[in-house]
């Protein structure tokens, strides 16, 4: 692991995080890794429940908390108590953000507000990660990422395409993107508070953003007014949208300017194809794109996964090979430039990470950190603070 020494990009910033599960914890989890000191706060106990998701060598470091709190401290604190409130006052008097994803009727009952934070560091940033944003009528509801993608039309997805009954994507596809709506909104506002000095009140909510994600190119037929009532982009919906089979295997085809595709045809030995008035413009081809994609299926078996991306690759057509999920881990691209990483925690032992995938030329992002276990920094925090054994 490096040195702190190392800065990234929010060096000096300082993030007080009672977030936990997956959305929260990845959003400060990409903030920790661009160089902000990110103190995760857990209650007594057994702590964040991520920490026992999936077996592990030490019982609280599960796979997906490790993959998602390193470069953190973790100290143990219990908000409940007086104690707990002195030692959360005292760490947010020297904080730049409170980021927690706690209802707020909860933070209010401990004291922890935006208006009582704001009074303990006037400029801070409170980033508040919840369900549903405040005056609707599901704002004190609880919501994981499975009620989002249910009621943000995500998982109808699914049903438009097969004609079945709808589904979830095999994914914490919501968690992990609201995160990232949480990781830019604070980002921003630590941003404004650099240009004016104002620090203020940030809400990410889950249902509102995931369907802001999710409606970009699925509102389509009801974007002008009035709507024609076709709800989700006809290419992504599709039945036939998905890795072809070739005669070893399956691949990724994407061909997408004119030429690109008449090309492709000519390669499968199917020249004609694009001469149909069906195909022939791009507009065409979004009408029926059912027909297309089953003529691609047709020509994609001509040949094995390794002649098609040769030939491809000389062409310059967009197309990928389809990885198995342990492919990926193997994958000849993510090796070369070092996407997967061993480490050695000094507890848990040998473990693979992923390395931050966005390159900064002068700050760049980097691991310094293990994930920790329970509580692990809480005595060196806290006499950080002048709070020791007497508090």
């Not at 990409?30 to 077996?55: F, N, Q, S, W």
């Not at 707020?104 to 009074?119: H, K, N, P, Q």
């Not at 599709?238 to 990724?252: L, Q, V, W």
Request: glycine residues 10%; proline residues 6%.
């Amino acid at each position: 692991m490096p040195e702190d020494t190392v800065k990234g990009p929010l060096s000096g910033v300082r993030i007080v995080d009672m977030s936990s599960v997956v959305l929260g914890p990845f959003a400060t989890l990409i903030l920790a890794d661009l160089g902000a000191e990110v103190i995760k706060i857990e209650p007594p106990g057994r702590g964040d429940t991520m920490r026992y998701a999936g077996k592990s060598p030490t019982g609280d470091l599960g796979p997906i908390y490790m993959a998602l709190n390193r470069n953190k401290q973790a100290i143990t604190l219990d908000g409940k108590t007086e104690e707990g409130r002195a030692q959360l006052t005292a760490l947010l008097k020297g904080a730049d953000v409170f980021f927690h994803n706690v209802r707020l009727a909860g933070m209010a009952r401990m004291g922890f507000d935006y208006e009582a934070v704001r009074s303990i560091r006037p400029d801070i940033i409170y980033v508040h990660c919840a369900g549903f944003g405040q005056g609707g009528p599901y704002e004190h509801r609880q919501a994981y990422d499975d009620l989002i993608q249910g009621a943000s039309g995500f998982a109808a997805l699914n049903a438009m395409r097969s004609g079945g009954d709808p589904e979830y994507a095999p994914s914490l596809v919501a968690d992990k993107t609201v995160g990232l709506f949480a990781t830019y909104a604070t980002i921003a506002a630590l941003y404004h508070r650099e240009r004016t000095g104002e620090g203020q009140f940030v809400q990410v909510p889950m249902l509102e953003s995931f369907t802001f994600f999710n409606m970009v190119e699925n509102l389509y037929g009801e974007t002008f007014l009035p709507g024609n009532g076709k709800l989700a982009y006809t290419r992504s919906i599709n039945a036939n949208r998905r890795p072809y089979r070739t005669k070893d295997g399956y691949i990724g085809l994407v061909p997408y300017s004119d030429d690109q595709w008449a090309q492709f045809f000519e390669m499968g030995g199917r020249a004609g194809v694009f001469e149909d008035p069906r195909f022939s413009t791009y507009e065409a081809r979004t009408e029926h794109i059912t027909e297309l994609y089953a003529i691609i299926g047709e020509v994609a078996l001509q040949k094995t996964t390794d002649e098609w991306l040769a030939l491809l690759d000389a062409a310059n057509i967009p197309a990928m090979k389809y990885n198995e999920m342990s492919d990926v881990l193997t994958d000849p691209h993510l090796k070369a430039v070092g996407f997967f990483e061993n480490a050695e925690h000094p507890e848990a032992g040998a473990y693979r990470a992923m390395t931050h995938p966005v390159a900064f030329s002068r700050t760049p992002a980097c691991i310094r950190r293990h994930p920790p276990r329970h509580g692990a920094d809480t005595e060196t925090v806290l006499e950080s603070l002048g709070l020791g054994d007497e508090t």
